[in-house]
């Protein structure tokens, strides 16, 4: 009996690449290895700002996995893109217009969306990431009756749009990451009849873990707030930079520092207490995050913060936006961390966790079993392949 074939595309893809959906698209594509004959397909960008190609073109091997990588037709303007988006969805559009929207918006490639429709016969399913992108948009369509679909959702204008919607009646089965997101697209795209699983991702620390040797190799003392991910406007970071800098002129904490992982792009306040160490390996990333005094995730648009999971993975609390359903409803579910929906409340959470290590631990604790018990991948594999079954029956 030949091994499950299956197809899994993504917008981007690699060691390199940061990114919420993409590091949980590459975290499932390595485990589903343990099923199946596993197979990206995915464009040569590292960067979702440009599309631009760093990665050449061609099929290589990375942790098990087969990637198929292919080139944008053209990158874009992300200034541009950016003023554009503004105007666009302010004003009223067709379906059309939208649709012309997406390509535009990228990554947009032809020989990704021709090596998908002539495969198709040679892959028993294809797993989609993340609606909003191309790569799916136009994509999924093309194999809908195989397709799996991943949309990690956010509440944002987006979704709302009539094309988008369309999008969501297509495929076999969609997979939500958390019940808040299910609800969410569900409510807005009134795609129910779709058969669907709420399921998420396995995580692991690395076995040897210590912050100690991240506060040596960076040189961090005291206290300090961590953000990892896209330091973007999209992720509310600037809203977070901006808090940060009023509490420390404003209350006395003259210790606390900020310390962001990541690539910024936009231009970062000069501040000697907001530390940007830029893209860092997975050894300090989970180091980083068991030094850390607690973890920071400001965006209010999340589908699953897996920055949150990992700090609780190691024992760490976290701050999160109460704007977010999805990480505010996690933080609810495991007991594992606090949220603000503004200034005020951000200042009294801080004071809350500077002045009390003890609380700190029991979030921290709280959260490490929440998220050892939930996300298992033995778990997760299982509901896999009940899905694969049910696709392919």
């Not at 594509?29 to 050449?56: G, M």
């Not at 073109?57 to 990637?67: A, M, S």
């Not at 997979?175 to 807005?188: F, G, I, P, S």
């Not at 795609?191 to 998420?200: D, L, S, Y």
Request: aromatic letters at 12%; charged letters at 15%.
């Amino acid at each position: 009996m030949k091994p499950l074939r299956i197809g899994l595309v993504v917008q981007r893809y690699g060691l390199e690449v940061l990114g919420g959906a993409e590091d949980a698209a590459r975290a499932l594509a390595e485990q589903l290895t343990a099923l199946a004959d596993v197979h990206v397909i995915t464009t040569c960008a590292t960067q979702y700002t440009t599309w631009a190609s760093v990665y050449p073109p061609g099929v290589n091997t990375l942790n098990g996995v087969t990637v198929h990588r292919f080139p944008v037709d053209e990158p874009r303007n992300w200034e541009k893109a950016v003023a554009v988006n503004g105007r666009f969805w302010q004003e009223e559009h067709t379906v059309e217009q939208e649709m012309d929207w997406v390509r535009q918006n990228g990554p947009y490639s032809t020989p990704l969306f021709q090596f998908i429709y002539q495969s198709e016969p040679t892959f028993d399913v294809f797993i989609f990431f993340t609606y909003l992108y191309a790569t799916t948009f136009f994509g999924l369509p093309l194999v809908a009756h195989k397709a799996i679909f991943v949309p990690t959702a956010h509440d944002e204008p987006f979704l709302r749009a009539d094309a988008y919607r369309i999008l969501f009646h297509l495929p076999r089965h969609v997979v939500y990451l958390t019940d808040a997101e299910r609800v969410l697209v569900q409510r807005v795209t009134g795609n129910g009849r779709v058969p669907h699983t709420t399921t998420a991702f396995g995580f692991a620390a690395p076995g040897d873990v210590s912050g100690d040797r991240f506060r040596q190799k960076y040189g961090i003392t005291g206290d300090f707030l961590l953000y990892g991910g896209r330091i973007a406007v999209a992720k509310n970071v600037p809203e977070l930079l901006a808090h940060f800098q009023q509490y420390r002129r404003e209350q006395n904490a003259p210790d606390l520092k900020l310390v962001l992982m990541g690539s910024p792009d936009f231009a970062l306040p000069s501040h000697p207490d907001i530390i940007p160490i830029g893209f860092v390996s997975e050894q300090d990333k989970f180091d980083a995050l068991q030094a850390a005094t607690a973890v920071i995730q400001p965006s209010r648009y999340e589908s699953l913060s897996i920055i949150i999971l990992q700090a609780w993975l190691v024992g760490t609390a976290v701050i999160v936006n109460a704007q977010c359903a999805v990480t505010r409803q996690q933080c609810q579910r495991s007991n594992g961390g606090l949220y603000y929906s503004n200034y005020d409340e951000f200042v009294a959470i801080l004071n809350c966790l500077l002045a009390s290590p003890q609380l700190r631990t029991t979030l921290g604790r709280q959260g490490q079993h929440f998220t050892q018990d939930t996300y298992s991948w033995d778990t997760i594999l299982r509901q896999y392949q009940g899905i694969f079954n049910e696709v392919m029956s």
